[in-house]
């Protein structure tokens, strides 16, 4: 199993990002999927999630900003990132439980400068 997520990188305050996390081994469509962030000195917190059934949910700091959304067809889920800001700084990993094991991705580093 292997999630590999990339797009991150340097953004000024309010734009914009996507991120994507492709999967191999396991189905995207056929679990939970989320997107976890973690900026220095902080922990890791859940950002986004994913049902296998589409449900979406967010932490309220990103809520009416992010988007998570799903491609079955390319095991893909990926991370819309609107009016970013710079609390927003952190690694993001994505991660999905998958027949008993937590996997997650290497993370992509999201720098918003102000």
């Known amino acids: 199993v292997q999630l590999q997520a990339y797009g991150g990188g340097l953004v000024q305050t309010g734009g914009s990002l996507r991120l994507s996390c492709a999967a191999s081994g396991i189905i995207t469509g056929g679990t939970h999927m989320g997107w976890y962030r973690q900026a220095p000195g902080k922990p890791r917190e859940l950002v986004a999630r994913?049902?296998?059934?589409?449900?979406?949910g967010y932490t309220d700091s990103v809520a009416g900003r992010f988007t998570i959304s799903r491609d079955n067809t390319k095991n893909t889920v990926y991370l819309q990132m609107n009016s970013l800001k710079p609390e927003d700084t952190a690694v993001y990993y994505c991660?999905?439980?998958?027949?008993?094991?937590?996997?997650w991705g290497q993370g992509t580093l999201v720098t918003v400068s102000s």
């Open positions: 994913i049902t296998i059934g589409g449900r979406t």
């Open positions: 991660n999905a439980p998958w027949r008993g094991y937590d996997y």
